[in-house]
């Protein structure tokens, strides 16, 4: 058995403190553990299904196929990108985008996911995917220049 005695208010707040800090901590990692509620396929706005799980570039390569992409087997760039806790206007008009597809990024908000971006074969443009623990959550199509408009991937 533990037993914390503090005398003083300086010790108990300095225990309120941490308290809260571990709490925070450990509520932030649970937040983001979603793999349980991410299931292996999505449906888009026309009611086509479409399977999500990526494990590799021959898989991501797979994946699009469905959307009649043909991407270059090597991505261009990878890397983690935060997926914002609060939507603003952009990210908010971002996640319609997603939504027509059949993906909802707000189910994951304040989540780290990884961005793998492809060269799409033949156009010039670029494919970007966003995946969270094996699953693609979302992705489009575009030139890469600031700004753009989006396409989506259906």
Request: aromatic residues 12%; positive net charge; charged residues 25%.
């Amino acid at each position: 058995m533990v037993v914390f005695s503090f005398g003083n208010k300086l010790g108990r707040v300095i225990f309120a403190v941490i308290t809260a800090a571990v709490l925070v901590t450990v509520c932030s990692v649970i937040g983001c553990d979603r793999r349980e509620s991410i299931p292996p396929y999505a449906v888009n706005n026309d009611g086509v299904r479409f399977y999500t799980e990526i494990s590799d570039n021959d898989s991501a390569v797979g994946f699009l196929k469905q959307f009649g992409v043909s991407i270059e087997k090597k991505p261009v760039k990878k890397d983690i990108v935060t997926i914002p806790a609060d939507f603003g206007e952009v990210y908010g008009e971002y996640n319609e985008l997603q939504k027509r597809t059949g993906f909802d990024l707000s189910r994951f908000k304040g989540c780290k996911a990884e961005r793998i971006i492809y060269k799409e074969k033949g156009s010039g443009e670029y494919v970007t995917l966003l995946a969270y623990k094996g699953h693609v959550i979302g992705g489009h199509i575009g030139s890469g220049e600031y700004g753009e408009k989006y396409r989506e991937l259906g």
